[in-house]
C-alpha cells in the first residue's frame, strides 16, 4: 500500500502548498469585501421589471427580481460605475462606493414609451456562438454540476459520442474516444494549450468543475486555432475568468479509501489588475475494489486446480499532489491578460497487473514529478482590429520505474509456493514486468503557442496560428549493464504546425464559414541499443527521421430559419505519432515503436441542431450529426504480449469509419432537465486489394476493441425552499448503456471471440445547498447495481461505490 503518499512529493512540490496555504489565509485576512442592494423603480414609482444591473469594472450583471429589487454580493471593497439598462431606454450610469458590509444604492429610471410585445432583445450565449462555427461540436456547461461529486471526465462520458475508457480506478490510465476516433488522435486542451505541457499528473480530474466555464467538444474536423494535430477531434476545456475576487475549498471521502481535496482562488486589484490565481489538488485511492472473471484466478494448493475467484485489488495505490499558481495583470491597457504561472505536481502508481488482470503483480510501482514555468499574453485590438494571443510553457518531469523483486503473487496478495517445499516461486526473468529495472527518465517539453486575427471587414477575418512543441528524454538503468547503458542515447521529438485560416459570416450572419489549412513537421532523433535474437548480442541502433505532412479542411453552418441550423465540416487530417507511442513508458506497460508512421483520415460531419425552443414552461433542443471517417495508417494499441504482458503501438492499415449520434436536452421551468444521447458507429479495416491489375476496396472485420454502440440518459431535479428558505436541494440520476464488442478476432465463430459484455451501469446522487449559497453536501452512489465494467479487455474498472462531497465557497 502507499504508506505515506506525501513521500511521493519531491520539496519543490511542497513548496506550491505552502504558497496556496499564504495565499489563502492572507487573501482571506485582507480581501474585505461587501454588498450593493437596491431597487429599480419607474418615475411612477412602479417596480422597474425588465431593469439589468452591470458592475463594469467586475463584468458582473444581473436582472432585478419580479419587484425590481437586486443584490450583488461578495464586491471588494472599491469605488464601481454601475450600468443600468431597461427595455426603451438608453443605459443609465451610477457611481457606488463599497466600504462597509451592505450598501443601499436605489435608483429611478424613466417610464419606458414602449411595451415588451414592443422590444425584442435576444443575445446569444457563448455556446450557442460555437455552435453556429459549423463544426461538429458539444458544449458542456458546469454550472448544474459543479457541486457534484463527479468529474469532468465523467461529464464527457454522458456526452453522445464520446467514451471514456479507463484501465482500472483512481489514477489509471485514460483514453477519449470520439466517434471511434481513439487515445492521441484526440488532443486535449485547457483554455487552448495542449494539457501535456503540464505533465501526467495534473489531468482534467485534477481541475474541480467550480474552476470550469465549460467544456468544448470538437467531433472530427477542429478549429485552426487549437493549431494541433488531432485527427479525430479534440476537447478544450475553458476555465473561468471571473475577476471576481475568490476562494472555493472541497472535500470528498469515498470508497476504496479515496480522498480528493480541491483548493483555489484568484484575487484581483481593480485599480491597477495586479491579479494571482492559485490551486492545488490532492487524490488519493487504495484502488481496493473487487475484481472477478476469468482472469481472475488462484491455483489450489491442495487438488491443483485452477479456481475462478472473487479478490480485491491489493497492490493498485495512487496518490498525486499538485498545485498551479499565476500572477500577472488583466484588463489593464497594454493587456487583456498576462499572467506568468508555475505547475507543480507529483503522483505514485502502484502496478498492480500487466496489460491484462492475468498477470499479477506485488511490488512493481512507478513515481514521478512534474515541474512547470509558463508565461501567458492576450490582447484584443492590439493595433485596430488586431487581437493577439501567446503562450509558452517549460516543464521537466522526472519519472522512476522500479521493478526488482522476483516473486509470483496470486490474486489474495499471497506469494506462490506450488511444490509446498516453503520456496516462494519467482519469475524466471528476475523481475514482475520483465528484467529487473530501475529505470530513471528525466524528460523536458518546450511548448509554444502564437496567435493572430485580423479582421478585414465585420464579416471577414484571417487568422494565422503556430504551435511547437520539443520533447526530451534521458533515461538510465542501474541494472543494465554498461555496455548497454552507453547504447542508450537521448531521445529527442519535435513537431511544428502551422495554421492559417479565413472565417466569414454572411447575409445578416446566417452563413458561417470556416477555411483552413496547416502544415506540420515532426523531426525524431534517438539512439538505442538492440539484441540479436540468434547470438544474443547487443548493438547500437540509432534513428534521425522527418516527417511533413499538410492538412486543409472547410466547415460551415446555415440558419434556415430561427432555431433550425445546418452545419457541415470537412477536413484531410494529418496526426503524427506522440513521444509515449514512439518512445514506450514502463510505468504503464508500453515498449517503444520507433517506426511508426504518420495517421491520416479524410473526415467528413454533417449535422442537424435543432432549438432551444421556447414552448412556454417547455424548452427543448436536438442535435444530430453523421459522420464519415476513412483512416489510413491508423495508430492503435496493438495486442498484448503472452510472457511480458506488455504492448507496442502499431499502425493499421485502412479503416472506414461511419456513424451517427444525436442528443436530446429538454428541461421544464428550470426545475426538470432531461438529456439523452446516443452513438452508433460501424468501424470496419478498408483493406486495399490487386485483382487482375485493377484496385478495389474490400471490406473486412470490425475494428478490434471500440465500443460502436453506446447510450446515456440524465436527470435531473432542482428543488428551491426545501427545508430552508432559499436552498436548493438537487436530485440527479444517470443511466450508461455500452453494448458488447470484440476484443479481437481469434477463434472461429462468435461464441469462441474474446468480447467485452454488454454493460449497463445506473448512478444516482443528492446534492443540497444552504441558504447562503456558499456550503454544498452532496453524496453520490455509482454502479449501484454492482456491475462488472469494462472499458477495455480483462480490465475490470470499479464495482458500486460510494462518495460524499463538501464544497465551501469562502467568497
Not at 457606488?96 to 419606458?112: D, G, L
Not at 459484455?757 to 447562503?772: E, R
Request: hydrophobic share 35%; net charge positive.
Amino acid at each position: 500500500m502507499l504508506h505515506k503518499a506525501y513521500n511521493i512529493v519531491s520539496r519543490n512540490n511542497k513548496t506550491v502548498f505552502l504558497f496556496i496555504a499564504f495565499f489563502c489565509v492572507v487573501f482571506n485576512a485582507s480581501a474585505q469585501t461587501g454588498s450593493v442592494s437596491g431597487k429599480i423603480t419607474h418615475s411612477d414609482g412602479s417596480a422597474a421589471q425588465d431593469a439589468v444591473i452591470q458592475i463594469q469594472e467586475l463584468n458582473i450583471s444581473q436582472v432585478v427580481d419580479e419587484n425590481g429589487k437586486f443584490e450583488i454580493k461578495n464586491l471588494p471593497y472599491n469605488t464601481y460605475r454601475v450600468i443600468i439598462t431597461a427595455f426603451g431606454l438608453p443605459p443609465r450610469s451610477e457611481t457606488v462606493t463599497v466600504n462597509a458590509a451592505n450598501i443601499r444604492k436605489n435608483v429611478q429610471v424613466e417610464q419606458s414609451s414602449k411595451s415588451l410585445n414592443e422590444v425584442t432583445i435576444e443575445t446569444q450565449s457563448e455556446k450557442r456562438i460555437i455552435e453556429e462555427t459549423g463544426f461538429a461540436v458539444n458544449v458542456i456547461e458546469t454550472k448544474n454540476v459543479e457541486m457534484q461529486s463527479i468529474q469532468a471526465n465523467e461529464l464527457l462520458d454522458r456526452t453522445a459520442g464520446v467514451r471514456i475508457r479507463q484501465t482500472g480506478g483512481l489514477g489509471s490510465q485514460v483514453e477519449y474516444n470520439i466517434n471511434g476516433l481513439t487515445g492521441n488522435s484526440i488532443r486535449i486542451f485547457i483554455d487552448g494549450v495542449p494539457i501535456s505541457s503540464y505533465g501526467p499528473s495534473f489531468s482534467l480530474n485534477s481541475i474541480p468543475n467550480s474552476m470550469i466555464e465549460r467544456i468544448e467538444v470538437y467531433k472530427g474536423v477542429i478549429p485552426s486555432y487549437l493549431s494541433d494535430d488531432a485527427l479525430g477531434g479534440a476537447i478544450n476545456v475553458v476555465l473561468k475568468k471571473s475577476l471576481q475576487n475568490t476562494l472555493n475549498v472541497s472535500y470528498s471521502f469515498g470508497s476504496f479509501n479515496t480522498h480528493q481535496t480541491n483548493v483555489n482562488g484568484g484575487y484581483r486589484n481593480t485599480k491597477n489588475g495586479l491579479t494571482v490565481r492559485a490551486s492545488g489538488f490532492y487524490n488519493y485511492s487504495d484502488n481496493s475494489y473487487d475484481v472477478w472473471g476469468d482472469k481472475v484466478y488462484i491455483t489450489n494448493p491442495t487438488t491443483g486446480r485452477v479456481e475462478k475467484v472473487r479478490a480485491k485489488r491489493f497492490h493498485d495505490g495512487y496518490s498525486s499532489l499538485g498545485g498551479k499558481a499565476e500572477i500577472g495583470f488583466t484588463n489593464v491597457k497594454w493587456a487583456d491578460q498576462f499572467l506568468i504561472g508555475a505547475v507543480l505536481s507529483g503522483m505514485k502508481k502502484e502496478i498492480q497487473h500487466g496489460a491484462t488482470m492475468e498477470v499479477v503483480y506485488g511490488n512493481r510501482h512507478s513515481k514521478q514529478n512534474t515541474q512547470q514555468l509558463n508565461v501567458n499574453y492576450t490582447k484584443k485590438n492590439l493595433i485596430k482590429k488586431l487581437d493577439v494571443s501567446a503562450f509558452a510553457a517549460y516543464s521537466m518531469l522526472d519519472r522512476l520505474v522500479v521493478d526488482t523483486v522476483p516473486y509470483i503473487y496470486n490474486w489474495f496478495g499471497q506469494k506462490i509456493d506450488a511444490n509446498g517445499d516453503g520456496v516462494w516461486d519467482k519469475w524466471i526473468s528476475g523481475a514482475e514486468g520483465s528484467n529487473p529495472t530501475v529505470l530513471t527518465n528525466l524528460e523536458k517539453n518546450v511548448v509554444s503557442r502564437a496567435n493572430a486575427s485580423y479582421r478585414f471587414l465585420p464579416q471577414l477575418r484571417l487568422n494565422a496560428n503556430y504551435l511547437m512543441t520539443g520533447f526530451v528524454r534521458k533515461q538510465d538503468d542501474a541494472l543494465m549493464s554498461e555496455e548497454i547503458r552507453d547504447m542508450i542515447g537521448t531521445r529527442h521529438l519535435t513537431k511544428q504546425v502551422i495554421s492559417v485560416s479565413l472565417e466569414s459570416a454572411l447575409f445578416n450572419d446566417r452563413l458561417k464559414s470556416s477555411l483552413f489549412a496547416k502544415h506540420y513537421i515532426q523531426n525524431l532523433k534517438l539512439r538505442d541499443a538492440t539484441r540479436d535474437t540468434r547470438t544474443g548480442t547487443y548493438s547500437p541502433y540509432s534513428v534521425n527521421k522527418q516527417n511533413k505532412n499538410t492538412g486543409f479542411g472547410f466547415a460551415l453552418s446555415y440558419t434556415l430559419v430561427r432555431h433550425v441550423m445546418l452545419v457541415a465540416s470537412v477536413e484531410k487530417a494529418v496526426r503524427l505519432p506522440e513521444s509515449t507511442e514512439i518512445f514506450g513508458n514502463s510505468a504503464e506497460n508500453i515498449d517503444p515503436a520507433f517506426d511508426l508512421k504518420a495517421e491520416k483520415s479524410n473526415n467528413l460531419n454533417a449535422g442537424l441542431n435543432l432549438g432551444n425552443f421556447d414552448l412556454g414552461k417547455h424548452q427543448l433542443g436536438l442535435v444530430t450529426t453523421v459522420f464519415y471517417r476513412n483512416t489510413a495508417d491508423m495508430i492503435r494499441q496493438g495486442v498484448p504480449t503472452q510472457v511480458s504482458e506488455t504492448y507496442r503501438f502499431e499502425n493499421l492499415e485502412h479503416v472506414l469509419s461511419k456513424g451517427i449520434d444525436a442528443e436530446l436536452n429538454y428541461n421544464y421551468n428550470q426545475v426538470i432537465y432531461y438529456s439523452a444521447g446516443a452513438s452508433v458507429f460501424n468501424a470496419r479495416f478498408n483493406t486495399e486489394f490487386d485483382r487482375n491489375g485493377g484496385k478495389y476496396y474490400y471490406y473486412q472485420k470490425r475494428l478490434r476493441n471500440a465500443p460502436y454502440f453506446t447510450a446515456n440518459n440524465n436527470v435531473r431535479i432542482n428543488l428551491k425552499n426545501v427545508i430552508q428558505k432559499k436552498s436548493l436541494l438537487a436530485l440527479y440520476y444517470n443511466f450508461a448503456y455500452v453494448h458488447e464488442f470484440f476484443r479481437d478476432w481469434e477463434g472461429i465463430g462468435r461464441n469462441n471471440k474474446p468480447i467485452i459484455p454488454t454493460q449497463i451501469v445506473h448512478d444516482l446522487g443528492i446534492a443540497y445547498t444552504l441558504p447562503n449559497q456558499k456550503i454544498t453536501f452532496s453524496f453520490d452512489a455509482k454502479n449501484m447495481f454492482d456491475r462488472q465494467v469494462f472499458d477495455n479487455w480483462a480490465l475490470q474498472k470499479p464495482g458500486r461505490a460510494f462518495y460524499g462531497k463538501i464544497t465551501y465557497k469562502i467568497f
